[in-house]
């Protein structure tokens, strides 16, 4: 197995993936005549837009490009609070434009590294990092999948998306910002290493030249054809950015759509969900908060889409569902992987957990 792509291997070990795989089977096994309808279940125009973010994204990521500009960030920085707020703040920007969990991949590794050198406490800093991406990513529809999803299934169009989005997202912001300045002291940052990092230009240029035509197309219902050039001209220039991408986040989407498109058709489900008055917008909007917190907030978008056509509740509620309990959103555990602490879950709801709260209620008041 040693030829597949490691994110393929490690599927293996993916809690989630392999709950979703269960069900997959179990569907099969009770429904076999509904197996020829699968492939229907699956938004081809999300994967499309998905899969061609991912090479855009990983384009810029192996450029060395992020690297450069953190650095620049690091060695402009005098103290403990300014550091912080400058990586919450870059972080947040970041996933507006490269996704929530590349947006991590990026900046966990270069704050855990910037730590080490200047003796600082981490677990904090990634702490606010994963709240980062989560508030900054809710304002794009190629922030977050939950979002990349909703922009597809209704073409409500970039610019509307971003307009009804601005309210939430700027309050969860401005409140981020003020809670990082509180909770960072404003003592001296002293860095004593010399850090180099080097850019493959033409990757950057490939990546910079294609992201907004790629959009343009996504924005205008045809992804598949974006998706088409986007990895024609990486296989020419660079293959290693196609085989490394996240594939397996990409397989894990096409069981998510297959599963919860199965469970939302049965009638036990139908029933329980139809008592909940989704018509009403405060219901649907808590019913996407609160099931992000058992079910992550992409799932919990997909299940709601099936049930109301009111994206823009729904959009609310499952981004401020991706606060609270770690396991509302895929980027928590992405960013507690990478830090790798123990003590690291118990510090992530101490924060996490208020923080939810809160946006919860302003998003409620902005319905």
């Known amino acids: ?57 990983k384009a810029v990521e192996s450029s060395g490009a992020l690297d450069v500009a953190g650095h620049w960030l690091i060695d402009r920085t005098s103290t403990r609070r300014v550091a912080a707020l400058g990586l919450v703040a ?65 073409n409500n169009g970039f610019g509307g998306f971003v307009w009804a989005m601005l309210p939430l997202s700027a309050a969860a912001l401005v409140l981020l910002l ?21 850019v493959d230009h033409t990757m950057l240029l490939a990546a910079a030249l294609l992201y907004v035509p790629f959009i343009l197309l996504a924005d205008l219902g045809y992804a598949g054809w974006g998706l088409l050039g986007v990895a024609i001209v990486f296989l020419t220039l660079r293959r290693r950015v196609v085989v490394s ?16 498109r199965l469970l939302a058709g049965l009638d036990t489900v139908k029933s329980l969900v139809g008592g909940l008055g989704l018509s009403q ?21 997909i299940l709601l889409a099936e049930y109301s056509h009111d994206w823009r509740t729904i959009a609310f509620g499952v981004n401020v569902g991706g606060f609270g309990f770690v396991l509302g959103s895929l980027a928590n555990l992405i960013a507690l992987r990478l830090l790798g602490e123990r003590g690291a879950w118990g ?15 302003i998003g409620w008041l902005l319905l």
């Open 245 to 260: 991408i996240d594939w397996g986040l990409l397989l894990t989407f096409v069981l998510m759509f297959v599963d919860l």
């Open 1 to 57: 197995m040693t030829w597949l792509p490691g994110s393929l291997r490690q599927l293996r070990r993916d809690v989630f993936f392999l709950v979703l795989l269960g069900m997959a089977i179990l569907f099969a096994i009770a429904m076999p005549s509904r197996l020829p309808a699968w492939p229907g279940l699956v938004d081809w125009p999300t994967l499309s837009a998905l899969a061609g973010l991912l090479l855009l994204t």
């Open 90 to 154: 870059s972080t947040a920007l970041l996933s507006m434009l490269l996704t929530n969990d590349v947006a991590l991949f990026v900046v966990v590794p270069l704050t855990l590294r910037m730590c080490r050198i200047a003796r600082m406490p981490a677990t904090r800093i990634v702490v606010f990092e994963a709240l980062a991406v989560n508030a900054g990513s809710m304002l794009t529809p190629i922030g977050n999948p939950q979002n990349l999803f909703l922009w597809q299934q209704w």
């Open 347 to 361: 510090t992530f709801h101490l924060w996490s957990l208020p923080f939810f709260a809160v946006v919860g209620a």
């Open 281 to 301: 917008a405060s219901h649907l909007y808590a019913a996407g908060a609160l099931a992000s917190q058992a079910v992550s907030n992409v799932p919990a978008a």
């Open 178 to 198: 003020a809670l990082t300045a509180f909770a960072f002291p404003a003592t001296s940052l002293e860095v004593h290493e010399r850090i180099e990092a080097h």
